[in-house]
């Protein structure tokens, strides 16, 4: 990059120290939300969202639980208002819900935004103009003074129209361009407003502090907030709310820190749409309070419901790794990871904890509607034994040998990676069945019968068909328990000889029918062989193991 140079820090650090917040360590309480999806959000969409889908988002925003919802700025657009009408004259605000609507400083703008909120119980009138030095200087060409001026004489507008209104109307100032301005005009300018609106405990202001470009990191607005809440006349009648756009990718962060140094409300979007780079992102500040062990006071425990509303009406997408919501964001692919989260599920069964604290898994996919199949344990070319064993395990029922699994997992890694793809759950256990199970390609084990001698020998009667031929062969031979003794009676029959090395089995339940599963591993000239089998009787299982293990090795 070679033009650094043409770029200067365009924010401001505040007169004094402000640096307390840093001491803290975690936001300890859900501030206030207010949901902008449908104002700043809408306006940032190719194509805006229509009435019936601001609609269905706004009853969605309801459901997460939002009781500050921006609407629209009615005297913007005939969309807008008519929405805003919609809302109240349909009687579609819960009681305990506050619409929001934004308005410019001009008379004419707020006279048309009082009347959009007529009949409506709980508004705020959210007021705005640009107090940065860039604005007042290229866009405005106004000083200080008329900059000041165009907020109060807004402030006491609002104030004029509110006396004839009859619901509860709360009003809200933004200095919009906050963090591009001096904080001591910033001051100035709220304090203004302040003045004129008067709050009481019962009527409190709301001054909302944006980052309507975000130019500095964050601990940088976190100092302004915490300078404004220290400057602003009768902080305690005031409610101190944020509004982070994206610029440089700290929203989060900006709202975080902010939170910290002393607001006491967060104005963002569902996954972060917004202007440019979009909003602060309030599902990740949320859930990220959430796994601190704060309640949020929002429920997004049904994530998937609305992340498919949201990419309906806004035609926007959820990024596959955008936190807590996106397709991937629980998903390993990786070997040692998918081990660990297998050994950590597994260790949160046996010891029953209370905490969440499986390693690679921030969150229990299941509180945000998300599942453990499907989701999380995903396999391709990258995954290994632990994975693909626990899929084969959960899912199917299967529970192999240590030494199996790594047998398996090559296997199944080989197929990915000459597919060039993931598999899925049943493509993992197509493969185990074609490796492994009930294998009967050379050796076919049509009936066995077992005599137990007095000395205990058992000797077994096996009768078999060899390589496709119709006719089936006999041979007998001892052995010291029954799959020993077909062993040996097979050995005789093929003229071969290996050992048998493992032997594992163990029930399996799928629907009503409760069947044995059995794994066997032989060794015939130096290479270890797998065959697993399956049967309602534990002996024909094993021999049926056996079988296939052979057959492995004569392949
Ligand atoms: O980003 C911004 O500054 C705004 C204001 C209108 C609050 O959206
Ligand atoms: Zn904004």
Known sequence: MRNSEKYSRGYYMPPVKCMKWAEKEYVDHAPAWCSVDLRDGNQALIIPMSLDEKLEFFNKLVEVGFKEIEIGFPAASETEYEFCRTLIEKNLIPDDVTIQVLTQSREHIIKKTFEAIEGAKNAVVHLYNSTSVAQREQVFKKSKEEIIEIATTGAKLCNEYKKNAKGNIIFEYSPESFTGTEPEFARDICNAVIDIWKPTPDNKVIINLPVTVEMSMPHVYASQIEYMCGVLHDRENLVISLHPHNDRGCAVADCEMGLLAGADRIEGTCFGNGERTGNADIVTIAMNMYTHGIDPKLDFSDMPSLVELYERVTRMRVYERTPYSGALVFAAFSGS???????????????????????????????????????????????????????????????????????????????????????????????????????????????????????????????????????????????????????????????????IVTYQEHATERASTSEAVSYVAVERNGKVYWGAGRHSDIINSSIKALVSAINKALE
């Open 337 to 499: 990871h998918q081990d660990a989260i297998a050994k950590g599920m597994r260790y949160r069964e046996e010891k029953d904890c209370d905490k969440w604290t499986c390693p690679y898994l921030p969150i229990d996919p299941h509180d945000v509607g998300r599942e453990y199949e499907g989701d999380v344990i995903r396999i391709n070319s990258q995954s290994g034994k632990g994975g693909i064993g626990y899929i084969l395990e959960q899912q199917y029922g299967y529970d192999l040998p240590p030494k199996m699994r790594e047998d398996f997992g090559y296997a199944v890694k080989s197929v990915s990676d000459h597919m060039h793809k993931e598999l899925m759950p049943n493509e993992v256990y197509d493969i185990f069945c074609k490796q492994y199970l009930n294998i009967e390609k050379r050796v076919k084990v049509i009936e066995s019968h077992y005599v137990q001698q007095p000395n205990g020998v058992i000797t077994a009667y096996v009768t078999a068909k060899l390589d496709g031929s119709d006719k089936a062969q006999t041979h007998t031979a001892d052995g010291n328990g029954r799959l020993d003794a077909v062993s040996n009676a097979l050995k005789k029959m093929l003229g071969i000889s290996y050992t």
